[in-house]
C-alpha cells in the first residue's frame, strides 16, 4: 500500500502523512511481516498552499492578484450569459505613481499601494472582490443583486471621496 493519510494529533492537529507498506514473504511465499514507512508531509503541504496563495494574491496587498481576478471576472461572465443578472466593474488607477514611487523610494511605494488596498477593502465589503491588477491598477466587482446601478454610481463617488484624504507615508502627506 502506498497513499496520503490524515492522522490526528494529540491536540487535535492533522498531520499530513505519506504512508508506504510493503509485504514481507518467507520462502514459501507465505507473508510474514509487513514494514511500513511514514513521512511527514507538513513542510510539503504548507509549501504547495504557499505557493496557491502566491499563485492568487498579491503578496504586496494580500489582495486577489490578476490571475484570481480573471478566473473570477470569466466564472461571472460565463454563469450570467444566459441570465438577465449583471455585475458591475469598477477599475482604479493612481495617478503619477511612478512618481511618487521614485521620490518616496519603493518603500514608501509599496507603503502607498497597502494603504490604498487597505481603503479599497474597508469601502467596498459589500463587493464581490476587491482585487490589484499590477503595479498602481485595482479593480472592483460588484455583483448586480447587492446594487442598483445608481447605487454603484453612488459607490463610485464614495470610492473617490475616499480617496480625498490624504496618505501619510513616512511623515509626508
Known amino acids: 500500500f502506498e497513499g496520503e493519510i490524515i492522522e490526528k494529533g494529540a491536540h487535535g492537529q492533522e498531520l499530513p502523512l505519506w504512508i508506504h ?4 514473504s518467507n520462502e514459501h511465499n507465505k ?3 509487513f514494514i511500513g514507512i511514514l513521512s511527514d508531509l507538513t513542510q510539503r503541504k504548507e509549501a504547495e498552499q504557499r ?5 492568487n494574491y498579491d503578496a504586496l496587498t494580500d ?4 490571475n484570481l481576478f480573471k478566473t473570477q471576472l470569466h466564472q461571472l ?3 450570467n450569459r444566459d441570465k438577465k443578472d449583471k455585475f458591475a466593474l469598477m477599475r482604479l488607477n493612481i495617478d503619477r505613481f ?17 494603504q490604498v488596498a487597505k481603503r479599497l477593502r474597508l469601502i467596498n465589503v ?6 490589484r491588477l499590477g503595479s ?10 447587492r446594487f442598483r446601478s445608481s447605487d454603484v454610481k453612488s459607490h463610485c463617488k464614495k470610492s473617490m471621496q475616499a480617496f480625498e484624504q490624504p496618505f501619510i507615508i513616512e511623515n509626508q502627506e
Open 51 to 55: 505557493l496557491s496563495y502566491l499563485s
Open 98 to 114: 511612478r512618481f511618487l514611487n521614485d521620490s518616496l523610494n519603493n518603500e514608501g511605494g509599496d507603503i502607498l499601494l497597502q
Open 63 to 66: 489582495l486577489p492578484n490578476r
Open 77 to 79: 461572465m460565463m454563469n
Open 21 to 24: 507498506i510493503n509485504s514481507i
Open 31 to 33: 507473508i510474514t511481516h
Open 136 to 145: 498602481d491598477d485595482f479593480a472592483i466587482i460588484f455583483e448586480s443583486f
Open 126 to 131: 459589500e463587493s464581490l472582490m476587491v482585487a
